[in-house]
């Protein structure tokens, strides 16, 4: 008797689980650790995302998930159907945002302040803004379980690894190590942008056994006096803001810096340099050739 009883109660647990849709039976939730440190919940797998920079459009398209893509800033220059919202970009519209009825919404860091607010209205919001190659990396496989593609993440982080290791066995033959400036912004000549300690931009050019003369600031993006770019004498300059060694020359003492008087200037895209998506490989091979151009002949 008792048998029968529990087989009757399977048969009535079996009927009412296929009762259910298919897409309802998959939908679960996860807690997921943002670049931030926040605890993040999300019902997965996601179908509408709002992208709050473009290297989080890379990351979420490498995957195969564009279509999924219902609102992004408007400094994103990616592919994205003609009916994606744009919403602005370091201050976006939160309405705009909420209007768009998105399951998650992904940022950077500077936007811990909208995330919040987000939350508040029960929208979940990740910060992806990894400085490093390894948290790239991180991050895309991190996508992947938020968007149920651990297959595609996985294969596009092998990807980026073997081109890791090929680009280190040829830089294993340096037997150089020279010093860089990498100047992104000379809207005040005097006091240039540069890339710091903490900048994926800094970690590059470390991985590309070169030693960047900002390194040792406190913030990711400092301006450098005149005087201390000129004492540090790089060996190579790289410019990201078009100017050209013309223009350096023209600076007060410029013209006595190593890099300028054996013309080793050359400029690079910022967005590949700088953007932490799956292209930074990329990056990271454009300034590996510009430091040691004879191992990469």
Partial sequence: ??????????????????????????????????????????????????????????????????????????????????????????????????????????GIYGENMICNRLERLHIPCLILSPDTVDGVMHDIKLAGRIFSTNAAASVIVNQMKQQIDWIDSKLSRCKTTPLVYFEIDASDPSRPFSAGNGSLIDTLIT??????????????????????????????????????????????????????????????????VSRPGPNIIKGFLDIAKIIHPKVFK
Avoid: C
């Fill in 1 to 106: 008797m008792l048998k029968r009883f529990i087989l009757l109660i399977l048969f009535i647990i079996a009927l009412a689980w296929h009762a259910i849709p298919l897409h309802a039976q998959v939908i679960t939730n996860i807690a997921i650790t943002d670049d931030a440190g926040r605890k993040v919940f999300i019902r997965i797998p996601v179908k509408r995302v709002v992208t709050l920079a473009p290297s989080n459009t890379d990351i979420v398209s490498a995957l195969g998930m564009t279509s999924t893509i219902v609102g992004a800033s408007n400094t994103d220059d990616n592919p994205l159907p003609i009916d994606v919202k744009r919403v602005g970009f370091i201050n976006p519209s939160v309405e705009e945002i909420v209007s768009l009825n998105p399951q998650l919404v992904v």
């Fill in 207 to 272: 991985m590309a056994h070169a030693k960047n003369i900002a390194h040792n600031t406190i913030n990711q993006w400092p301006q450098l006096s005149t005087e201390f770019i000129i004492s540090k004498n790089p060996d190579i300059v790289i410019l990201a803001d078009g100017l050209n060694i013309n223009a350096l020359k023209r600076r007060p003492g410029w013209s006595e810096i190593k890099a300028i008087r054996e013309k080793r200037v050359y400029h690079v895209n910022q967005n590949i």
